[in-house]
């Protein structure tokens, strides 16, 4: 069963300090590849995806991440973190395979805190 | 605007009162799907939806029932809440389960659902 692994649940960054989350999945096929941010008392909202067109993704708000296959990861990286980044962050695969279900299998979730 | 909209947005009730949290896009979306939220643990799937007339069990269905009459609509259904069911709901929709582009599903703002 394909799962995904987000390493540190907490990650605590200074204002203009880079931003990196990490996200590693399982899968013998590259599937596709979401990050996702949710903000206090709201819904998650789509920051990136990975649909194999190209391995370095960019995304809303300065965010960026890099699929490698051979890590298995799609790391989240912003060069500089602003007060407003602090969040959940939700890293989230799609089988590309055309029996799958629509499902969204979602990492457990890293909280970003920016100190100023 | 394009969304996906829930209601209630926060419930308390007792164990065993029948509730329904409602779900509704107005993106004519294909596919719907009812995740929930639990600390440690990211979003896991309850039920998803294809079309109309036609769900299935997620990952985590037990206790809960929905149902697609209509296109925009997708309800959940709990016919005897218990505590184990106190969660962050969300309802997500996208085009469709499949296609090349990935599919982003497209989330509501959450129903936080409290039993007693």
């Known amino acids: 069963a394909q799962s995904v692994t987000q390493l540190g649940s907490h990650v605590s960054v200074s204002e203009g300090a880079l931003v990196l989350l990490r996200c590693n999945y399982s899968?013998?096929?590259?599937?596709?590849l979401f990050w996702y941010v949710q903000y206090p008392n709201q819904g998650l909202q789509l920051l990136l995806k990975?649909?194999?067109?190209?391995?370095l993704v960019k995304g809303i708000n300065g965010f960026e991440a890099e699929f490698k296959k051979s890590e298995t990861s799609f790391h989240l990286t912003k060069p500089s973190a602003h007060m407003s980044d602090a969040a959940e962050y939700f890293c989230?695969?799609?089988?590309?395979?055309?029996?799958?279900?629509?499902?969204?299998?979602f990492g457990q979730g890293t909280t970003l805190q920016v100190k100023p | 605007e394009a969304q996906v909209t829930q209601n209630p947005r926060y419930l308390i009730t007792v164990t065993g009162k029948k509730l329904t949290v409602t779900c509704s896009q107005n993106m004519n979306h294909e596919y719907m799907s009812w995740y929930r939220q639990d600390p440690g643990l990211g979003l896991r799937q309850i039920y998803y939806s294809m079309n109309v007339e036609v769900t299935d069990k997620g990952d985590v269905p037990e206790g809960y029932k929905v149902s697609r009459k209509e296109k925009r609509n997708f309800p959940l259904i709990l016919e005897s809440p218990s505590p184990n069911q106190t969660s962050l709901y969300f309802c997500?929709?996208?085009?469709?389960?499949?296609?090349?582009?990935?599919?982003?599903?497209?989330f509501g703002p959450g129903t936080r659902l409290t039993v007693l």
């Open positions: 989230a695969v799609r089988p590309s395979f055309s029996s799958n279900t629509g499902k969204l299998i």
């Open positions: 997500a929709s996208s085009l469709s389960s499949s296609g090349s582009n990935g599919n982003e599903q497209f």
């Open positions: 899968s013998s096929v590259p599937p596709y």
């Open positions: 990975y649909t194999s067109a190209a391995t």
